[in-house]
């Protein structure tokens, strides 16, 4: 038997509330200059603190970067703007949420 969400109504199954929360989250990625010319990738605006965590793990691997995750927001070294957006987009955030 399927269990049902006591808020919502739904099957637990097709109604997951960390999706929705991906699709409301309003993404800013910047690129800033800091000393010494070094070029810093900003990506600030998720929420969720253990997924911001694991998201910058994952980009520092992937793009094969430096960087740290610190004050809510996610610090790579180098400049990985479009890199970044298209990273963010196949995680399932929405491309209209993402500015930058």
Not at 11 to 40: G, Y
Not at 48 to 58: A, F, Q, S, V
């Amino acid at each position: 038997m399927q269990e049902i969400d006591k808020i919502s109504g739904l099957p637990k199954e097709l109604f997951d509330i960390n999706n929705i929360a991906k699709e409301q989250q309003k993404i800013k990625i910047i690129i800033i200059r800091r000393k010494f010319s070094k070029i810093i990738t900003i990506v600030s605006g998720i929420d969720d603190k253990k997924t911001l965590e694991e998201i910058g793990r994952e980009m520092k691997q992937k793009f094969a970067c430096g960087g740290t995750v610190r004050d809510g927001m996610i610090e790579l070294q180098g400049k990985h703007k479009d890199r970044a957006r298209e990273f963010l987009i196949k995680k399932g955030y929405k491309p209209e949420m993402i500015t930058g």
